[in-house]
């Protein structure tokens, strides 16, 4: 069975004339969790061990979006790549949802993680009857629509004023044009890590991880689905300046009150929902996990102690155990737990 290490990247095309890369782990069948990776990543930064333990007893689907990373197509301008990036997190949504349709999926399993979990909130809402659950990871609603000074707008759990994340943060993890290592690891490991020796620690085991996908690692097979690339190779490399702005500004919309984004629609999902994070995520606060957790009907939250943003590659094996037991229905009535 292919691994994160070994599965070999796909292609198809969607109704609307995109080509989305993908990757099929784990058995054949079941109802598979489509997974979606953070801002200015592809799915070559999914920490193998996380990925691998997931994909033992389930199918998992990675992409990458459409001008991201494996989607980027090298014949193109890049110019004509970056316009592929759509400036909301509904554009986001609609290309998953695309995604499903092409791969001929009746029912999914969703999981976001950061940016992507924005996403993947907007893909459920849009098309509530093909997700079965939904995993948001380190991630949050959108801006209220309406003043929570307004009448009726109290009880509703949210952390007001709401904190905003420090702006080095997602400087360093913006900095730089993508390709040079050593800046990609020094924004991940600042933003998504604990500032300590056992934070660094497990930044540097995760891009260990990570690294052990190379081109001499991913099987090659004559099997003609999606076509794959036969001199296919990882990309370790991060979304150029250009595109990822594009990213920032889906974000920033998605910071503008609009009651058509998720906050004022999350009673809408009525879906199993898991909501993770670390106790102190720089990126996007950890009180708006709270917020979804308060907002959704349905949903659980845990929150990881003395990590960040990136708990989930510091506590891979945790994690996976409670995603797993989560889509297997055994989390139980838990509802919070630190």
Same mark, same amino acid.
């Given at each position: 069975?292919?691994?994160?290490?070994?599965?070999?990247?796909?292609?198809?095309?969607?109704?609307?004339?995109?080509?989305?890369?993908?990757?099929?782990?784990?058995?054949?069948?079941?109802?598979?969790?489509?997974?979606?990776?953070?801002?200015?990543?592809?799915?070559?930064?999914?920490?193998?061990?996380?990925?691998?333990?997931?994909?033992?007893?389930?199918?998992?689907?990675?992409?990458?979006?459409?001008?991201?990373?494996?989607?980027?197509?090298?014949?193109?301008?890049?110019?004509?790549?970056?316009?592929?990036?759509?400036?909301?997190?509904?554009?986001?949504?609609?290309?998953?949802?695309?995604?499903?349709?092409?791969?001929?999926?009746?029912?999914?399993?969703?999981?976001?993680?950061?940016?992507?979990?924005?996403?993947?909130?907007?893909?459920?809402?849009?098309?509530?009857?093909?997700?079965?659950?939904?995993?948001?990871?380190?991630?949050?609603?959108?801006?209220?629509?309406?003043?929570?000074?307004?009448?009726?707008?109290?009880?509703?759990?949210?952390?007001?004023?709401?904190? @905003?994340?420090?702006?080095?943060? /997602?400087?360093?993890? &913006?900095?730089?044009?993508? =390709?040079?290592? *050593?800046?990609? +690891?020094? %924004?991940?490991?600042?933003?998504?890590?604990?500032?300590?020796?056992?934070?660094?620690?497990?930044? @540097?085991?995760?891009?260990?991880? /990570?690294?052990?996908? &190379?081109?001499?690692?991913? =099987?090659?097979? *004559?099997?003609? +689905?999606? %076509?794959?690339?036969?001199?296919?190779?990882?990309?370790?490399?991060?979304?150029?300046?250009?595109?990822?702005?594009?990213?920032?500004?889906?974000?920033?919309?998605?910071?503008?009150?609009?009651?058509?984004? *998720?906050?004022?629609?999350? %009673?809408?999902?009525?879906?199993?929902?898991?909501?993770?994070?670390?106790?102190?995520?720089?990126?996007?606060?950890?009180?708006?996990?709270?917020?979804?957790?308060?907002?959704?009907?349905?949903?659980?939250?845990?929150?990881?102690?003395?990590?960040?943003?990136?708990?989930?590659?510091?506590?891979?094996?945790?994690?996976?155990?409670?995603?797993?037991?989560?889509?297997?229905?055994?989390?139980?009535?838990?509802?919070?737990?630190?």
């Amino acid at each position: 069975m292919a691994t994160q290490t070994t599965a070999r990247t796909l292609y198809i095309t969607t109704q609307t004339g995109q080509t989305i890369a993908y990757r099929r782990l784990g058995p054949a069948h079941g109802i598979p969790l489509l997974m979606h990776i953070h801002y200015r990543a592809n799915m070559d930064f999914w920490d193998p061990l996380l990925i691998d333990i997931l994909a033992a007893t389930r199918p998992v689907i990675l992409f990458d979006q459409p001008g991201i990373g494996h989607s980027r197509n090298s014949n193109r301008p890049p110019e004509t790549n970056d316009q592929e990036v759509p400036l909301t997190f509904q554009g986001w949504a609609n290309n998953v949802l695309a995604l499903i349709d092409a791969l001929e999926l009746k029912k999914v399993d969703l999981f976001g993680f950061s940016m992507g979990g924005c996403a993947m909130q907007m893909a459920a809402l849009t098309r509530p009857g093909v997700v079965r659950k939904l995993i948001l990871a380190g991630t949050g609603p959108s801006a209220p629509s309406t003043s929570l000074n307004a009448a009726g707008s109290e009880g509703r759990g949210i952390v007001w004023p709401r904190e @905003r994340p420090p702006e080095h943060a /997602i400087a360093v993890l &913006s900095a730089g044009d993508g =390709t040079t290592a *050593s800046e990609i +690891e020094q %924004g991940i490991t600042a933003s998504f890590f604990p500032d300590s020796e056992t934070g660094r620690a497990a930044a @540097r085991a995760y891009f260990e991880r /990570i690294y052990s996908r &190379s081109r001499d690692t991913i =099987t090659h097979s *004559s099997d003609s +689905e999606g %076509g794959g690339d036969k001199e296919e190779g990882p990309i370790h490399t991060f979304l150029p300046p250009s595109p990822s702005t594009r990213q920032r500004q889906a974000y920033a919309h998605w910071s503008s009150p609009n009651p058509h984004n *998720s906050f004022d629609r999350l %009673g809408e999902l009525t879906i199993p929902v898991l909501v993770l994070n670390g106790d102190a995520d720089l990126l996007i606060p950890t009180s708006r996990s709270w917020e979804l957790m308060k907002g959704i009907g349905d949903a659980e939250l845990i929150v990881y102690s003395r990590a960040g943003h990136g708990f989930l590659w510091q506590y891979a094996r945790r994690v996976a155990g409670d995603v797993g037991r989560f889509l297997d229905g055994g989390l139980g009535e838990e509802g919070v737990r630190l």
